[in-house]
């Protein structure tokens, strides 16, 4: 006897009684033993019937000229020429739309890079800072020594600084004598001295400029002037000059040769061997 | 809109008519891609009640006319590409297409809720508005009971439980009266799978068909 499996997959050749008679007859005999086939041919028998009578559905009677106007229109778009169909596609605007804003990002990053901005400057400002390092030899005297007031070259809004350092001197070459060096151009120094630091010698200044006698009165009083750096200075054989405690130094201004000559008041107490500005 | 009355089955076409269509239809869809507007109305004339039929027993009342004029644009779109390969190609191409956009939308329809299809309690909606569906009188013969409009909604609404490839077969095969071999290549399946999906989709509808004839006191 057939098994249940083989009958199901004839049972709808069973059904539709297109099966050979042989084959026919065996389903038969397996519906007779199976009542799970069996129902399952009654389902299959039902359903057959069912929907082999249940008809066409009836089509809107306005269906087909909807249809035939839609297609139409597409048509007339379709016979169109392309640039005319482009024009008014959303896409192609959408696409020109992307490409002008590209565009116009890209023209605002090359402007802002090149910097063609009207309130920017066309060329970065540089800033020289000189300083001057130079520490003394040993043949000037012991001084102290002070930076030298930078000179700037530009102050508009500095975008790039380059240090320049000038006036600094390489490290010498190990050779057994160092090279002699041209002594510096004299440079006066202005600064106040504390009378009582000075101590009087037989031996008088280089310059012009002679110290005053201090009144008997102040020997014994400091004479400073605020911001003025009251300095120990090497007179350079002028005598000794004690060094003044670190709270009597202030300020120390220096001052070039061809500068003013200092005001009255200000006495001028040695020289020294600074280098001259550039 | 709902249909009022179902026409019956037409018979099958004989092998002769069959060549004399597929040549007519070799001509019009010829003319059609050159960009006759006539020659696409007589094919929409044509065919626009088949493929209304398909899509109705597929995915329902609902918007079937809609996705009806969507099937012919898109076969309109694509018939530039369409090339003509043997008998009943154009309307195995424009039923495949058919088929194709119905089992489309019915997973559309699941991604946004279960289909679950109508429940055989809820309203049946009819040209006089929503009715509740009627208990058909099983005293008489089954071929008998078809003829009725309760019996037809009924029909339908137990196709709406059954799943799209299901409904595909029915929908070809029972109610348009495809053939099988044509049905296999609409649907793109060797015809051993066809056959077999078909006695799986009758006896799916034929179990439910049964136990609700049993529900109702048949």
């Known amino acids: ?278 | 809109m709902v249909p009022t009355a179902f026409a019956k089955t037409e018979p099958p076409v004989p092998r002769a008519a069959a060549l004399a269509a597929t040549t007519d239809d070799m001509y019009l869809v010829r003319a059609a891609q050159a960009g006759n507007a006539e020659a696409f109305s007589a094919l929409v004339d044509k065919y626009h009640t088949k493929v209304f039929g398909i899509v109705y027993r597929m995915c329902g009342p609902m918007e079937a006319e809609d996705l009806t004029q969507e099937i012919f644009l898109r076969a309109l779109t694509a018939l530039r590409k369409f090339q003509f390969q043997g008998e009943s190609s154009y309307r195995t191409w424009l039923y495949r297409i058919s088929v194709n956009a119905c089992i489309n939308e019915l997973r559309r329809r699941k991604r946004r809720y279960q289909i679950e299809g109508p429940s055989l309690d809820e309203l049946v909606e009819t040209n006089g508005g929503l009715m509740e569906r009627a208990v058909p009188d099983f005293s008489r013969m089954p071929h008998e009971l078809a003829e009725r409009r309760e019996l037809q909604e009924l029909v339908q609404a137990i196709i709406q439980t059954l799943s799209p490839h299901h409904r595909a077969v029915i929908a070809l095969i029972d109610l348009e009266g495809v053939e099988y071999e044509e049905a296999a290549r609409i649907i793109g399946c060797p015809l051993g799978t066809l056959k077999s999906r078909l006695a799986r989709a009758r006896q799916a509808f034929g179990r439910r068909l049964k136990r609700t004839m049993e529900r109702n006191g048949m």
């Open chain 1, 1 to 278: 006897m057939l098994p249940c499996e083989d009958v199901r997959q004839l049972v709808e050749e069973y059904v539709a009684e297109t099966l050979p008679a042989a084959r026919r007859q065996e389903v038969s005999r397996h519906l007779r033993a199976c009542p799970g086939c069996q129902r399952m041919v009654e389902e299959a028998r039902l359903a057959r019937m069912v929907l082999h009578g249940a008809g066409q559905p009836k089509a809107p009677p306005g269906l087909a000229q909807v249809i035939k106007q839609a297609g139409l229109r597409r048509l007339r778009y379709r016979s169109r020429p392309l640039h005319e169909r482009a024009l008014g596609s959303p896409a192609f605007v959408a696409v020109c739309a992307s490409l002008v804003c590209g565009a116009a990002i890209c023209l605002l990053s090359i402007l802002r890079v090149s910097g063609a901005h009207p309130t920017w400057e066309t060329e970065l400002p540089r800033i020289t800072v000189v300083e001057q390092l130079e520490f003394p030899t040993r043949d000037t005297h012991r001084i102290l020594f002070l930076p030298a007031r930078p000179r700037l070259a530009t102050l508009r809004r500095p975008l790039k600084v380059s240090v320049e350092l000038a006036g600094v001197v390489p490290p010498r070459p190990a050779t057994a004598e160092p090279a002699p060096r041209p002594p510096a151009p004299a440079r006066l120094v202005r600064a106040h001295v504390a009378p009582s630091l000075v101590a009087r010698t037989p031996r008088t200044l280089p310059t012009a400029h002679a110290l005053p006698e201090p009144p008997l009165g102040l020997a014994h009083q400091r004479i400073s002037t605020p911001g003025i750096v009251p300095v120990s200075i090497s007179t350079g054989g002028l005598g000794q000059v004690n060094q003044p405690a670190p709270e009597e130094i202030e300020k120390l201004e220096l001052l070039d040769l061809a500068a003013p000559q200092p005001a009255a008041g200000d006495v001028a107490t040695s020289l020294t061997n600074y280098p001259a500005h550039r």
